[in-house]
């Protein structure tokens, strides 16, 4: 019987490769593998759907479906269309046609509370990959998935559609992704890159792989599980540090200081042995990673059974803890603008509310999870009337905007009772107090910062009732 091994040296390297899920993590790295030596032909795959399928031809066309700013990504497009080294496609049978197959497809969960992922986009494609999948192919899971997946359910998911085996007939690997939108090329190409196979054919495979697009960073080789994990872990320690640093910045509200004042100290500790990694509090954690990483972590550790875990009886997950502290800072959003409303004699009740920034992250059209929408929720839900802002969000093709989303600044902040800043957007960085307080026409605005975009004595000094999270010492200012 011809082993694994020969099937691949058969093969030869690498050359064609499919990627599939046509987003944030997909197309980056299909344009890189596009455009490294060797690579003879690159296809996205992206189902013709409703939602989604208008990128075919905007990507065949040399245009990037994703509107924040990506420094390199439209220029590389062009490049990799016009060679005809990349295509995208809906057609699921070229997967035939390539040595290696990634799939970075989304993998939410639909009640964190549940602990149960909806895996559905994910095992389709693994199914549609499952069923033109060819002899000494390799698959690779990006996906960011619950601890034993690639080793579990995926496997057993392709070899049944395939009727190959995995080990033996073609390798399977877990590479998870490691990007942050806004610079998407760059972490691919820099960052070390966890490769994890299910047997040591499938992890030489995969590096062989990654190293195709790798400058700075390294292949960090590893099992399946421990690539999982690695994914999971990461995401889920950034998270505990946002979770710490809110945590804090709540403390210092309550005791009328200045967060920033002691992260500064905190942060000025130095020398060897001392790491203080201290982030940034803000409005709340949003996108596709952070809110749900941990609870797939959880998961795993959870599927092993009820003794597997040696842990202290009734407390809550550390991890999960976070996630509560992080989730909740969009209800105190609300709350520091109910305190402000009150300093003017208004309530939320019939306010009218300027929300600027609907992306989670500054200057990037990606709206996944944003902690604007729970704000957004609560505020109507509360009897204020609020217009949103967003200079890079596009209402047509980003997930559950809310009517009437607007581009135009100085439209949504007019007549408002109060502006609530949910991004760092640039262009909210450069608000003018005097500008914004005339176009809000009432005494006493209101302004809530929640990213630490504006100078609160300046704003103080205006006129407006100020809200800051952590600036204790500033919010219990008196009106001018």
């Given at each position: ?255 009328g200081i200045n967060v920033y004042d002691v992260r500064d100290g905190v942060a000025s500790l130095k020398g060897e042995g001392i790491t203080r990694a201290v982030l940034w509090p803000g409005a709340g954690v949003g996108g596709h990673c952070l809110t749900k990483d941990t609870y797939h972590l959880e998961r795993g550790v959870q599927q092993l059974g009820p003794n597997a875990l040696d842990f202290p009886d009734g407390r809550e ?164």
């Open positions: 019987m011809t082993s694994l091994q020969e099937l691949i040296e058969q093969r030869g390297p690498i050359r064609k490769i499919g990627v599939f899920g046509m987003g944030y993590v997909g197309i980056p790295a299909a344009l890189l593998f596009a455009d490294a030596p060797g690579i003879e032909h690159v296809y996205g795959f992206q189902r013709d759907s409703p939602t989604s399928g208008y990128k075919i031809a905007r990507l065949n066309q040399g245009e990037s479906p994703l509107k924040g700013e990506e420094p390199g990504l439209e220029d590389l497009l062009q490049k990799v269309v016009s060679s005809g080294n990349f295509s995208c496609t809906p057609d699921f049978s070229k997967v035939a046609e390539c040595d290696a197959v990634t799939l970075a497809i989304q993998t939410p969960f639909k009640d964190p509370k549940d602990l149960l992922p909806d895996f559905t986009p994910l095992i389709e494609g693994i199914r549609n990959v499952g069923r033109h999948l060819t002899p000494g192919t390799l698959v690779v899971l990006e996906s960011t998935i619950t601890p034993g997946t690639t080793a579990g359910m995926a496997r057993e998911i392709l070899e049944a559609e395939s009727g190959l085996v995995a080990g033996e007939d073609f390798a399977l690997a877990h590479a998870p992704e490691r990007v942050m939108v806004g610079r998407l090329l760059r972490n691919i190409r820099e960052h070390d890159r966890c490769v994890g196979g299910i047997d040591e054919v499938s992890t030489r495979r995969a590096v062989e792989l990654y190293s195709r697009v790798l400058t700075t960073g390294q292949v960090i080789p590893m099992t399946a599980t421990a690539a999982e994990v690695t994914k999971t872990a990461e995401n889920t320690f950034r998270d505990l540090q946002i979770a710490a640093i809110n945590q804090l910045a709540l403390y210092c509200e309550a005791m997950s550390l991890y999960t803890l976070a996630r509560g502290i992080n989730d909740f800072m969009p209800a105190h959003m609300l709350h520091l603008t109910t305190s402000a409303l009150a300093q003017t004699g208004k309530t939320l009740k019939g306010s009218k509310i300027a929300l600027l920034g609907w992306a989670f992250i500054n200057d990037s059209d990606d709206a996944r999870n944003t902690p604007s929408e729970p704000f957004y929720e609560m505020a109507i839900a509360a009897g204020a009337e609020v217009r949103v802002h967003d200079p890079w969000v596009d209402p047509a093709t980003a997930p559950d905007v809310p009517a009437g989303l607007s581009k135009d600044l100085e439209a949504v902040i007019r007549g408002a009772d109060a502006v609530v800043v949910f991004a760092g957007h640039r262009e909210y960085r450069g608000l003018v107090a005097e500008r914004v307080e005339g176009l809000c026409g009432c005494k006493w605005p209101v302004i809530v910062d929640g990213r630490n975009v504006v100078d609160p004595d300046a704003w103080i000094r205006a006129g407006f009732a100020y809200r800051g999270i952590g600036r204790g010492g500033k919010n219990g200012h008196s009106l001018k």
